[in-house]
């Protein structure tokens, strides 16, 4: 395994493996300063992970390029000083072809501790309860229901829902109106730190996955037909917020997960 290290004047450190192109750690201060490893355990390994080639990183950033049975996919990785992690794709394939990048597992308090308290806003208006079937046009509405994240939310509370009660976390398709520019489409706030992490996409929808100890938010698996050209951009974004300027609108214990 060869692990890759960006770094930003802000002290921030991101280890990326160049064997399946994952983020497998992210050094980042919380609001009194203290750095901690964000990310939770190691991300699953994504479809067609191997075979990555790439050089040692350079001025910031990381390129990565994989090739595997008619399918070409140039990755690029750069850290900025504003603590954002920008993710620049664009593939291409000979044939039908898939392929997903592995999510970065968050964990915005810490490694060992709990994220039922992590607040989320996400600008989504549909969603797709069934991961693994296909949405064609049978996407829900998330009014009314737990999925409605519009207004934040910590995630506990919405996973005490009938719809959810018996789930162990989220795993589900969220979708919003417009693609192709950059922007951001939802914020993850830990009351306990004050870390925010902002998530910003040029695609139209992402899949949102959680567990106990950590949660995810990335682009959908894409498809390509032969001759086609895809590309799309991700930027996460860590900083610290306090959280009276988090309009939350469901009750958050403020207590500590360790």
Known sequence: MTIFTLHNTRGMRVAIDAHDASVRAWWAPDRYGRLADVLGAAPPAARLSTGWRCAPPEDGHLLLHLAHDGLS??????????????????????????????????????????????????????????????????????????????????????????ALVNLPGFGHDFYWTGSGQLREVARVADPASGRVLRFSSSQDSCHLSSDARCFSLLARGVQLQPGQLMRFTLAYRLGVQDLDAFDISEPVSMMSNK
């Open 73 to 162: 996919v140039r990755l690029a990785y750069r850290l900025d000083d504003d603590g954002s992690l920008h993710l620049d794709c664009a593939a291409t394939a000979d044939t039908i072809s898939r392929f997903a990048l592995a999510a970065p597992r968050f964990n915005l308090q810490g490694r060992g501790a709990a994220v039922a308290d992590h607040v989320l806003r996400l600008a989504a208006d549909h969603y797709w309860p069934w991961p693994g079937r296909c949405a064609s046009d049978a996407l829900l509405d998330v009014a009314g229901s737990a999925f409605d994240f519009r207004q934040p939310a910590p995630l506990a509370s919405r996973l005490a829902w009938p």
